[in-house]
């Protein structure tokens, strides 16, 4: 195992701000770290979260390639038996009243049994975006001898590989070649104004069934509301009650995000280069990319407002609200070149950029629920200004990945590694110290042009 001096022996950027910057990033992390994985926040998030993992790994491969390995098999780990891979692992050391909710809400390996979670680990029971793929091909990417010696590629590839055929599976409840989501915390972006409509028709469990140990750390302002709460619980009993069983269970809340199978798309393309890599054949994975690239832009395009929609599964209509989620595909490298046009246009138009920062909020600036601090509702998050500015590299724009790779050293700096920030002026919110905050940090530091798209 790395002793955290290690960790700061790989080469470093030269420049002293960047040396300052980095030295602190890796800090969070080693901070962060619990022995096999990091946890997002000591005190908001203190178990292991599935998309930050994957995040969290592409930041530690520059600094220990060992650990950001360690990271993403940890996760994989707890992988159920139908492929999916919960999106929190808990830490059995921790008292329950650590988070909410915590292992005895989801209780994971009894009612969870029938659909395939482990008996050795509780999860939770709901997934969040598929970005473990491109991750797993990233840390390959950044010491390939070391990744053949310890046989890495092989050993994670089967496991990614049952994860997005658990998806593609069970998960495509709109029949049109797309994974659905089924609670708000899948998709990663919990209090999204994209949900609000879907989530009216959800009876809110009352508040004094359960204890939020969120705002024991975070501040009410920043965080999802009481009511949010409420249907986010309802959402997931009904979904423990029905055994987490995709073939049984009728769920109230089922969307199609663009966001999220953007990730699955890229990460599709990382498992066919695993595949190539290793000697396997890899076309079902650049198949299935080139499938859901076209079901994205069949079912999810809106060429009037220039930004991907959420699909709400119940009306079989586009939720007409705009969000950074709608942006994200530009991640897809064979996206039809009119739409990458649109998309940039619309990234660096009046709802999208924020000068000041040059972040890119969660919501429309100009919407009409935009919230400068509350949590997905409008401020501007590093992780998916990290997967924009990889975005903006894939296709060509290299002057506004570079200005956007600046306003996040900058921010993620100045703000001591916050959650996220206002957009209009960096000031932190949600907690600080934050992983994927970190790890993001270190891989923009060290950005490898060479890398885009691949
Ligand atoms: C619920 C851990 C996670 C992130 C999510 C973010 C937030 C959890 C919460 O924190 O969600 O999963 O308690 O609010 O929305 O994207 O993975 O950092």
């Not at 994957?54 to 950001?68: M, N």
Request: glycine share 8%.
């Amino acid at each position: 195992m790395n002793s955290p001096l290690d960790l700061l022996d790989r080469p470093a950027p030269t420049a002293p701000a960047d040396l300052t910057l980095r030295r602190g990033a890796a800090r969070v992390l080693i901070d962060n770290w619990t022995g096999a994985s990091t946890v997002p926040s000591r005190t908001l998030y203190p178990h292991q979260w599935s998309w930050d993992s994957a995040f969290v790994a592409i930041g530690l491969r520059h600094l220990s390639v060992r650990r950001a390995q360690r990271e993403l098999e940890s996760l994989l780990a707890a992988q159920w038996a139908d492929g999916r891979v919960p999106h929190i692992v808990f830490n059995p050391a921790l008292p329950h009243d650590a988070y909410f909710p915590s292992p005895d809400f989801w209780r994971s390996s009894t009612e969870g049994r029938t659909a395939g979670a482990p008996s050795s680990v509780e999860t939770s029971g709901i997934v969040q975006p598929p970005v473990h793929a491109l991750a797993a091909w990233l840390v390959h990417r950044a010491d390939p001898a070391e990744s053949r010696r310890r046989g890495f590629l092989a050993r994670v590839r089967p496991r990614l590989a049952a994860w997005h055929d658990y998806l593609l599976g069970r998960r495509d409840l709109g029949g049109g070649g797309l994974a659905a989501v089924v609670h708000p915390w899948e998709p990663g972006m919990d209090n999204s104004p994209s949900w609000d409509r879907a989530l009216k028709r959800v009876e809110p469990s009352p508040p004094d069934t359960f204890r939020r140990a969120d705002l024991d750390h975070g501040h009410p302002a920043d965080r999802p509301t009481d009511l949010d709460y409420g249907r986010y619980v309802r959402l997931a009993t009904e979904y423990r009650e029905a055994g987490y069983d995709d073939r049984v269970v009728r769920h109230r809340f089922a969307v199609e995000d663009p966001a999220f199978n953007a990730l699955l798309i890229v990460s599709e393309l990382a498992l066919a280069a695993m595949a190539r890599e290793l000697g396997l054949p890899g076309q079902r994975h650049t198949e299935r990319a080139a499938g859901l690239t076209r079901a994205l832009v069949d079912r999810l395009w809106d060429e009037q407002a220039g930004l991907f929609r959420v699909r709400d599964l119940h009306t079989g209509a586009p939720v007409d609200e705009r969000t950074v989620s709608g942006l994200i595909p530009l991640l897809v490298p064979r996206l039809p070149e009119h739409i990458v046009r649109r998309l940039h246009t619309t990234l660096t138009g009046p709802r999208f950029s924020a000068p000041a920062t040059h972040l890119v909020p969660s919501y429309d600036l100009t919407g009409h629920a935009f919230d400068p601090t509350r949590y997905w509702r409008g401020p501007a998050w590093f992780n998916t200004a990290w997967l924009i500015e990889r975005g903006l590299r894939t296709h060509g724009f290299q002057t506004d990945a570079e200005r956007l790779r600046t306003g996040f050293l900058t921010e993620a700096g100045r703000s001591g590694f916050a959650e996220y920030v206002d957009p209009a002026t960096g000031a932190a919110c949600g907690t600080r110290h934050f992983s994927w905050t970190a790890a993001l940090t270190l891989d923009l530091l060290s950005t490898d042009p060479k890398e885009a798209g691949s």
